[in-house]
């Protein structure tokens, strides 16, 4: 996930494609980099979008940098493309 703190509001953007080719979805939420506002926003987000709790979603990666791995405990691929849509590239 490629996240943007002060987005103006939490919001799901879709995917978009980085420059090395890999998918991934573009979030914004208005909470600032500061203290881990951030990233406490973009998990419950993903959460809230999921059905799953809070507690299910972690920053795996990139704590301090735009692009993020989630860890999100319960969801397998269909619930992902179900809530998300399927990332570019996918049959």
Same mark, same amino acid.
């Given at each position: 996930? +490629?996240?943007?703190?002060?987005? %103006? +509001? *939490?919001?799901?953007?879709?995917?978009?494609? %980085?420059? *090395?080719? !890999?998918?991934?979805?573009? $979030? !914004?939420?208005?909470?600032?980099? $500061?203290? %881990?506002?951030?990233?406490?926003? =973009?998990?419950?987000?993903?959460?809230?979008?999921?059905? !799953?709790? !809070?507690?299910?979603?972690?920053?795996?990666?990139?704590?301090?940098?735009?692009?993020?791995?989630?860890?999100?405990?319960?969801? *397998?691929?269909? *619930? =992902?493309? +179900?809530?998300? %849509?399927?990332?570019?590239?996918?049959?």
């Amino acid at each position: 996930m +490629r996240l943007t703190p002060r987005g %103006g +509001r *939490d919001a799901i953007d879709g995917w978009a494609v %980085g420059e *090395d080719g !890999r998918p991934h979805l573009k $979030v !914004r939420v208005g909470a600032p980099p $500061v203290e %881990g506002e951030a990233n406490a926003a =973009l998990e419950a987000l993903v959460a809230k979008a999921l059905k !799953r709790p !809070r507690s299910a979603v972690t920053v795996a990666s990139g704590a301090t940098a735009r692009l993020k791995i989630l860890e999100i405990e319960g969801v *397998d691929a269909v *619930d =992902l493309a +179900r809530a998300f %849509g399927p990332p570019p590239g996918a049959s």
